[in-house]
């Protein structure tokens, strides 16, 4: 069974960071792409950062551009996302998703077979 587990949400001032953790269990996890999703009350969900297998190749959405970095440890089948200079807007819940499929980073949710929990982070102003 494919079971994503995040942690590290919370709620944090405008400028803080937060370490969003996802651990993977029951795939493989190795080749495939890792993703980060959010979504913020009556919003869709939408892609915040992916990362390949390997870790070489990731790719962000531009409002996180220079502010957010994705990470992954292939020794303990986790992925990261260490959120910086947090803003209100950030505010949503927060998913890490699998792709089981190696090559080029979706950002469709569609591309994504499997899907964490969600963690919420909250930034006040």
């Known amino acids: 069974q494919v079971q994503l587990v995040e942690s590290g949400g919370g709620l944090v001032q405008a400028g803080g960071s937060l370490r969003l953790s996802c651990a993977a269990s029951?795939?493989?996890?190795?080749?495939?792409?890792m993703g980060w999703f959010r979504q913020a009350p009556g919003k869709e969900r939408e892609f915040v950062a992916g990362?390949?297998?390997?870790?070489?190749?990731?790719t962000y959405v531009d409002s996180v551009k220079g502010r957010f970095t994705i990470s992954r440890d292939n020794a303990k089948n986790t992925v990261y996302l260490q959120m910086n200079s947090l803003k209100p807007e950030d505010t949503a819940v927060y998913y890490c998703?699998?792709?089981?499929?190696?090559?080029?980073?979706?950002?469709?949710?569609?591309?994504?077979?499997?899907w964490g929990q969600g963690t919420q982070v909250t930034v006040s102003s």
């Open positions: 998703a699998a792709d089981l499929h190696d090559g080029s980073i979706a950002i469709a949710t569609l591309a994504y077979e499997y």
């Open positions: 029951g795939i493989i996890f190795r080749p495939n792409v």
């Open positions: 990362i390949a297998s390997r870790g070489a190749r990731t």
